[in-house]
């Protein structure tokens, strides 16, 4: 993705996050194609000289819309799939496309796919609308936020951005809770029902929070509420929360 450095880019993005991706439409060759798919040069990666069990042709094959994977497909062809027949030119990217991230996949050392750059990370994201299900093996899209393609990712929303992941706050009730991302919160008198009352008051993170982090939370929740950030985040994804 644009502006990454050299590392695995995962830790720009956490749990929750909504997106807009987007990446500039760029011209190959069609090399392929069925009724449910078209196959293009991928303009981007490369082949992987050194991948002994993964023999990459440079190709990638986008769903048409006749096919059920087109609507979890990110990548659209200009022209339009259906339009193309083996030899033509036309160009690929992103257009723009609302997203949440619903996990982060690391990897050391980083994955052997049959291209180059091996991702050292993986985002998961879902589309606008969808939900996750765990009953559904294949749901979700993976992007690696070091790889080639030149995506943008726009952050929308960052609910509770004020938090990190493992800080321990109390909440107005006196209730104490580990957050772990925006709707994966473990209260620790063990009961499951409820979730945090504003405001909430800053107990540890990485140990003693520093004077500065414990009154920023203290002045972000002095108004709002956890349904505040569960409505702003649902009304851009249109979907519902994995946790709460």
Same mark, same amino acid.
Request: negative net charge.
């Given at each position: ?7 695995? $880019? ?7 996050? +909504? ?27 490369? +082949?992987?000289?050194?991948? !002994? ?31 193309? @027949? ?14 949440? &991230? ?11 796919? $049959? ?7 993986? +985002?998961? &994201? =879902? =589309? ?16 690696? /936020? ?14 509770? !951005?004020? =938090? ?9 009730? $006196?209730? !104490? ?9 473990? /209260?620790?008198?063990? +009961? ?13 993170? @990485? $140990? ?33 929360? !994995?946790?709460?």
């Amino acid at each position: 993705m644009d502006g990454q450095s050299a590392d695995s $880019g995962g830790d720009r993005f956490r749990a929750g996050d +909504v997106l807009e991706l987007e990446c500039a439409f760029t011209e190959t060759t069609v090399t392929g194609t069925t009724p449910f798919h078209v196959s293009v040069r991928w303009p981007w990666s490369e +082949v992987d000289p050194q991948a !002994a069990n993964f023999r990459w042709n440079g190709d990638r094959g986008l769903p048409t819309p006749e096919s059920y994977e087109y609507d979890q497909e990110i990548f659209r062809t200009e022209p339009a799939e259906t339009a193309l @027949k083996p030899g033509d030119t036309c160009r690929v990217g992103i257009p723009p496309t609302v997203v949440h &991230v619903h996990a982060i996949h690391h990897f050391d050392p980083p994955l052997v796919t $049959g291209m180059l750059p091996r991702p050292a990370s993986y +985002v998961e &994201v =879902l =589309l606008r609308g969808e939900t996750h299900n765990p009953e559904f093996e294949d749901q979700g899209y993976t992007i690696d /936020p070091a790889g080639d393609e030149p995506i943008r990712a726009r952050l929308l929303l960052r609910p509770y !951005a004020f =938090l990190e992941p493992g800080d321990e706050v109390a909440d107005q009730d $006196g209730r !104490a809770w580990r957050f772990d991302a925006a709707w994966d919160w473990h /209260p620790f008198d063990g +009961v499951r029902s409820g979730v945090p009352a504003w405001p909430l008051t800053l107990l540890s993170r @990485k $140990g003693e929070p520093s004077p500065e982090e414990a009154p920023a939370v203290a002045r972000a929740t002095a108004v709002g509420s956890h349904a505040e950030e569960l409505r702003r985040w649902t009304e851009l994804t249109l979907a519902r929360p !994995a946790a709460s």
